[in-house]
C-alpha cells in the first residue's frame, strides 16, 4: 500500500467542510434573507447570492475530492487475500497498510479483497 496520499482533504477537513456546505452556509443564507426581509437589511439577494455561490463551489471541490479518495488506495486499511487450496479449503491472509493499534481510531475499516496464487 502506498504511504503517501493522492487525497485533497483529510478525513477531518472533508467532513468539516461538508457540514460547512451542507448545513451552515445554506442555513446563513437562510437566516439572512429572513432577516433582511424582517429588518430591511441591505441587499438580500446579492448577499444570498454570494452565499450560494461560494456554497456550490466548495460543494464541486467536495465532490472532486470525495471521487478522488474512493479512486485512491488511501481509502483501504490493508489488503484481504485469499486462496484455495488443493482440498479446497479457502485460507484468508490480512495484511494491515499501517499499525493494528490505527485501527481501533476508527468507526470502521474497508479491505481490498483479492484473490492469491492457487496452492
Known amino acids: 500500500m502506498p504511504e503517501t496520499s493522492d487525497t485533497l482533504l483529510s478525513n477531518v477537513w472533508y467532513d468539516r467542510m461538508k457540514f460547512v456546505v451542507q448545513v451552515l452556509l445554506p ?18 439577494e446579492k448577499v444570498v447570492a454570494s452565499i450560494t455561490a461560494v456554497t456550490v463551489f466548495l460543494g464541486i471541490f467536495l465532490v472532486k475530492s470525495n ?33 493494528p493499534e490505527d485501527l ?12 492469491g496464487i492457487e496452492a
Open 104 to 115: 481501533l481510531l476508527n468507526d470502521e475499516a474497508v479491505f481490498k479483497v483479492t484473490p
Open 67 to 99: 471521487s478522488t479518495f474512493k479512486n485512491s488506495l488511501d481509502r483501504f486499511a490493508g489488503d484481504l487475500t485469499y486462496t484455495v487450496d488443493t482440498s479446497g479449503k479457502t485460507v484468508y491472509s490480512l495484511e494491515l497498510s499501517g499499525q
Open 27 to 44: 442555513a446563513l443564507a437562510t437566516l439572512y434573507l429572513v432577516l433582511a426581509q424582517q429588518w430591511d437589511l441591505p441587499d438580500p
